[in-house]
C-alpha cells in the first residue's frame, strides 16, 4: 500500500470556493460611453509627426507664412497629445524634464505666430520642444516612435 492509497480524498480549498457574480460599478450609458470613445479614438500619428518636424527643423525649403499657421495648430495639438501621455500615466510618474518640456511647449503654443520672420522661429522653437517630449515619452514610457519611412536616418526619435 503507497501512501496515496493511504490518504483520505481531499478536495483542494479552492476548487470548493464558488465564486460571486461580479457587478462593474457604473451604469449602462457610461460603459456604452466608453466604448464608443475607444472606437473613435486614434493613434498618435508619430510618422506624421517626425515628417513635420523634418520639414520645419531641418529642411532648406521651411514652410511658407500660408503653412505656418496650419503647421503651428498641428504641433500644438500634438503637443497637447503628448503632454497628457507623459502625465497622466501613473505607473510612469514624469520626470522632471519632462514637466518643464509640457509646460514650456504650452507657453510657446499660446503665443501668437503673426507675420513674418518671427513666425518661423516660432514654430521651430515649439518644434524642437515638440521633439524633445516625443524622446522623453518614448525613452521614460516605450512609446513606438518608428515611422513607416525608408530613410536611412537613424536618430533616436527613430529607436525603441
Not at 513666425?119 to 518614448?138: I, M, Q, Y
Amino acid at each position: 500500500m503507497t501512501v496515496a492509497e493511504a490518504a483520505p480524498p481531499t478536495a483542494h480549498p479552492l476548487s470548493l470556493h464558488t465564486p460571486e457574480k461580479h457587478l462593474p460599478r457604473g451604469t449602462r450609458e457610461f460603459y456604452e460611453d466608453v466604448v464608443s470613445r475607444l472606437r473613435a479614438w486614434e493613434p498618435l500619428p508619430v510618422g506624421e509627426i517626425t515628417v513635420t518636424l523634418d520639414r520645419v527643423l531641418e529642411s532648406l525649403d521651411p514652410p511658407s507664412d500660408r503653412e505656418l499657421v496650419y503647421v503651428h495648430w498641428q504641433l500644438r495639438s500634438w503637443h497637447r497629445r503628448l503632454s497628457a501621455i507623459a502625465l497622466a500615466d501613473r505607473r510612469f510618474p514624469p520626470t522632471a524634464e519632462a514637466r518643464w518640456l509640457v509646460e514650456n511647449g504650452k507657453m510657446i503654443g499660446e503665443a501668437p505666430i503673426g507675420d513674418g520672420t518671427g513666425a518661423l522661429g516660432t514654430v521651430r522653437l515649439l518644434a524642437s520642444t515638440l521633439l524633445s517630449l516625443l524622446d522623453e515619452v518614448a525613452r521614460t514610457q516605450g512609446l513606438r516612435v518608428d515611422d513607416d519611412s525608408d530613410a536611412e536616418d537613424t536618430r533616436a526619435r527613430r529607436s525603441p
